[in-house]
């Protein structure tokens, strides 16, 4: 895909792209020219960019690709679905596109849902799933929701039809800055005044908080879905989970749907934002799973 000029922020050695799939155009950074594929996809309330200390760290060995999922970052906000299911196919297309599946997959926090569904439906375009700070809807994602017992009020908030639309816009940094990375982060300065900066840009953007209310309120509307998937189809590929701030949410989810190898990683003294609070350990941690996977790949 041809190389255009960032809307925002960006990082040495990173190219910007956009791709029109699936009825939707998706911008998307890669970086790296030599090994296995891996496509990072964010969580909330995060863009491509939750990612740019991480992607130099593995580009040093893997072709590496970030997208911002449609409704978030510089991809498109035009009318249609922004559930898990569209997003997941958004992916499928995606991969075909580039050129350079399969690929592994690194997903985190709210898009385990749709990384899940991406690798259940399409598993010939995925070589291992790394789930970092996820859960799954029908395992536990909608108990976060409960605030008597010990969830968020943001997670019912962002689902409501119509209310993140009307109420957040012109308030994206108090919400992120006052709220969001403050509750959510152990590491001191991890997310600096620049990082927020770029999430308010995306999010301020017309349509910025299509994404967001999609993905948030799939989690409602599964109305059993996503089990009935990994009854029919649980993930053979090799998994890896990442647990820090919610631990062990994630493994204890990912078992329940995976049929073949996984791998736990917890990591000590880090909040929610893995990715932006502990790029080494979380490079170290996917590096050394992804080079198991291929050389197991390179023996059979």
């Not at 960019?49 to 498109?76: C, N, Y």
């Not at 700070?133 to 409960?146: H, I, N, V, W």
């Not at 890896?240 to 949410?249: E, I, M, Q, Y």
Request: aromatic share 8%; charged share 20%.
């Amino acid at each position: 895909m041809p190389v255009v000029t960032p809307a925002g922020a960006t990082v040495p050695g990173v190219t910007h792209h956009v791709a029109d799939v699936n009825g939707t155009r998706l911008h998307y950074v890669s970086a790296g020219t030599t090994g296995s594929a891996i496509l990072l996809v964010h969580g909330w309330p995060e863009t491509w960019w939750a990612f740019h200390k991480l992607i130099p760290l593995l580009a040093e060995t893997h072709r590496v690709f970030a997208v911002d999922l449609r409704g978030f970052g510089d991809s498109g906000t035009a009318d249609g679905d922004y559930d898990d299911a569209t997003s997941a196919e958004d992916l499928h297309h995606l991969t075909g596109q580039l050129g350079a599946g399969p690929v592994h997959v690194l997903c985190q926090d709210i898009s385990g849902g749709l990384g899940f569904r991406f690798a259940a439906t399409h598993p010939d375009d995925v070589l291992s799933l790394t789930a970092v700070e996820s859960t799954l809807a029908g395992y536990g994602l909608e108990s976060l929701a409960d605030v008597n017992h010990g969830g968020s009020w943001h997670v019912g908030f962002l689902a409501a039809p119509g209310v993140p639309e009307m109420l957040l816009p012109g308030h994206e940094r108090q919400l992120l800055a006052g709220w969001a990375y403050p509750k959510m982060t152990a590491v001191k300065d991890a997310v600096t005044e620049a990082d927020i900066d770029e999430f308010t840009r995306s999010y301020a953007r017309p349509g910025g908080w299509r994404g967001t209310a999609g993905l948030y309120q799939a989690v409602f509307a599964d109305a059993g879905r996503t089990r009935a998937l990994a009854e029919e189809r649980p993930l053979t590929m090799p998994v890896l989970t990442v647990d820090a701030f919610s631990a062990p949410f994630t493994e204890q989810t990912f078992r329940q749907v995976s049929a073949g190898e996984l791998t736990a990683v917890r990591l000590e003294g880090v909040g929610h934002f893995v990715a932006q609070e502990a790029p080494e350990a979380l490079a170290a941690a996917v590096l050394d799973f992804v080079a198991h996977v291929d050389n197991g790949r390179r023996a059979g």
